[in-house]
């Protein structure tokens, strides 16, 4: 499982007073599924990312990632952990700007040591950016950047890709596209994806979707659950 969450709580200094971010979350995540995680700015969507991602450390509850604990790990594992199994998108891209497109697709592969050019060049392809390859992130489009990032998160194979409002940066027409495009990739490829969005629209791209409020989670779409009431009829 690429992803289990038990008990976890987070709690967050908010001016002079403390404030518990997260309570008791609890959320598996299997091979090939995906999740879109919704919520109003400020609910915690982006720090239970950054808790997944190793990138703040957990204060109670536990992590696993591959059935491997975080809170046990030390920086250097989290780091070797995010670079073995994780794929992130980041909301402002965070592409190489001295790089080309063919080099930011392949640089996180590479850095994981599960280079593979045809599996890099089949993103691309699939992902309409192969005619790209030889230009700089300078002189791309918001929608050609994000469909960058998404060929690199994948490029290394990840068995969980984390998603941070993967498509708030891009036109209604251009994040229907982006984000049918990395459900389907998701899923042809067996990796895991959670998604973080404030959109409804984008989360219906999801097989399950999840609202954080008020510290909780509650599973607003289920796949698995509307198969089941439609059996009934």
Not at 35 to 63: F, H, R, W, Y
């Amino acid at each position: 499982m690429p992803l289990n969450i038990k008990s976890l709580s987070h709690q967050i200094n908010d001016g002079e007073n403390s404030r518990q971010l997260l309570i008791d979350l609890n959320l598996k995540i299997n091979q090939g599924e995906t999740i879109a995680l919704m919520g109003d700015s400020g609910s915690g969507k982006t720090t239970l990312l950054n808790l997944v991602a190793g990138l703040e450390p957990i204060q109670q509850g536990e992590i696993n990632i591959a059935g491997q604990p975080l809170s046990c790990m030390s920086q250097k594992k989290l780091s070797q952990l995010r670079k073995n199994h994780l794929g992130i998108i980041f909301q402002q891209f965070n592409l190489l700007s001295g790089l080309n497109v063919k080099d930011n697709i392949e640089f996180s592969a590479k850095l994981a040591g599960r280079y593979d050019e045809k599996h890099c060049l089949a993103l691309a392809t699939r992902l309409g950016i192969s005619d790209l390859y030889f230009k700089l992130p300078s002189t791309l489009s918001g929608g050609e950047m994000q469909r960058v990032a998404i060929a690199r998160a994948l490029a290394a194979k990840p068995k969980l890709l984390l998603a941070d409002e993967p498509t708030g940066n891009l036109d209604q027409k251009n994040s229907g596209c982006v984000v049918e495009l990395l459900a389907g990739l998701a899923k042809e490829h067996n990796t895991a994806l959670l998604m973080v969005t404030h959109s409804r629209g984008v989360a219906e791209n999801m097989e399950q979707i999840y609202q954080l409020e008020d510290g909780k989670l509650r599973c607003i779409k289920s796949l698995a659950t509307e198969s089941l009431n439609k059996s009934e009829y």
